[in-house]
């Protein structure tokens, strides 16, 4: 099991030297066409080992508590896109 393991992840380094694209590709492609629940199931694996991991740091509380400061620009941006994305749904949804 541990061989297959390592053969696996020797043939991806040997993919992503030849072409990144391709590797990255290769890597999502078994998340293309998940329905939107398995997509959710996945998403809270993920979120589950990511605080396993936070849990095994000495220093899980600072960890946690950090948050990286906003840019400065950051509204303004955030406005930009929101006001965006609602004309966007407004143009979705408007008459047929």
Do not use: C
């Not at 992503?16 to 998340?31: G, H, R």
């Not at 996945?42 to 509380?61: E, G």
């Not at 960890?63 to 407004?90: E, H």
Request: proline content about 7%.
């Amino acid at each position: 099991m541990e061989l297959e393991r390592k053969q696996r992840s020797i043939d991806a380094l040997r993919q992503m030297s030849q072409s990144p694209q391709a590797a990255v590709e290769a890597d999502v492609a078994p998340m293309r066409g998940l329905s939107p629940t398995a997509r959710g199931e996945r998403l809270v694996a993920v979120s589950r080992a990511a605080w396993a991991v936070l849990r095994a740091r000495p220093d899980f509380h600072q960890a946690v508590a950090y948050s990286d400061p906003l840019p400065k620009d950051f509204a303004a941006k955030w406005s930009v896109l929101v006001a965006g994305r609602r004309a966007q749904q407004s143009a979705d949804s408007g008459p047929r």
